[in-house]
């Protein structure tokens, strides 16, 4: 995704932050560029795709 920014005068006197994501940015003032990147750490066996019920045998 590319987009372009006009900055302008930007003044900053309080802020609050109520909650944070997992998946967050709080950024104020200029920045060259910002890299986003995904990982996943929970292991292969602990996911459940699918509606799957265990069967009692």
Same mark, same amino acid.
């Given at each position: 995704?590319?987009? #372009?920014v %006009?900055?302008?005068e ?5 802020i +609050?932050?109520? &909650? %944070?994501? #997992?998946?967050?940015i709080?950024?104020? &003032?200029? #920045? ?9 750490? #929970?292991?292969p066996?602990?996911?459940?795709? &699918?509606?799957?019920?265990p069967? +009692? &045998?």
């Amino acid at each position: 995704m590319n987009f #372009t920014v %006009v900055n302008k005068e930007i003044k900053v006197d309080d802020i +609050r932050i109520v &909650g %944070v994501s #997992t998946s967050s940015i709080f950024l104020i &003032g200029d #920045t060259e560029s910002i890299c986003l990147s995904s990982t996943f750490d #929970t292991p292969p066996e602990s996911l459940i795709i &699918g509606p799957f019920v265990p069967l +009692r &045998g």
